[in-house]
C-alpha cells in the first residue's frame, strides 16, 4: 500500500472518530461513566469511538494489532500495530 493511500485512510477513520466525539458532545448530559480506577473514567462516548476506531482499522489494514485504552490489547514484536486512545481526559470531555 502507497503511503498516500493508508493516509487516506487513516484520515477516513479520524473523521468517522470525529463525527462521533462531536456527537456525544452535544449530548454530554447523556454519557455514563464508569470509574475504571481512582479519578480515571471511561464514557459511553470513549467506548463507542475505540469501537468503531478498531473495526475502521481491521476493515483497512487487515492484520494490524491494535492496543487501545479501554478495550486492551497486546503486540508480539513481529507485529505491526496501532495504539488507540479516543479521547484523552475524559472528565474534561
Known amino acids: 500500500m502507497r503511503d498516500e493511500d493508508a493516509l487516506l485512510k487513516v484520515e477516513t477513520i479520524l473523521?468517522?472518530?470525529?463525527?462521533?466525539?462531536?456527537?456525544?458532545?452535544?449530548?454530554?448530559?447523556?454519557?455514563t461513566l464508569?470509574?475504571?480506577?481512582?479519578?480515571?473514567?471511561?464514557?459511553?462516548a470513549d467506548l463507542e469511538i475505540e469501537h468503531e476506531v478498531r473495526s475502521a482499522l481491521a476493515d483497512a489494514f487487515p492484520g494490524d494489532q491494535v492496543?487501545?485504552?479501554e478495550l486492551g490489547g497486546e503486540l508480539t514484536p513481529d507485529q505491526s500495530g496501532w495504539a488507540i486512545d479516543p479521547i484523552d481526559g475524559t472528565s474534561n470531555f
Open 34 to 44: 464508569d470509574e475504571k480506577s481512582y479519578g480515571q473514567f471511561a464514557s459511553d
Open 67 to 69: 492496543i487501545g485504552e
Open 15 to 31: 473523521q468517522g472518530a470525529t463525527s462521533i466525539a462531536k456527537s456525544w458532545s452535544d449530548k454530554r448530559g447523556d454519557l
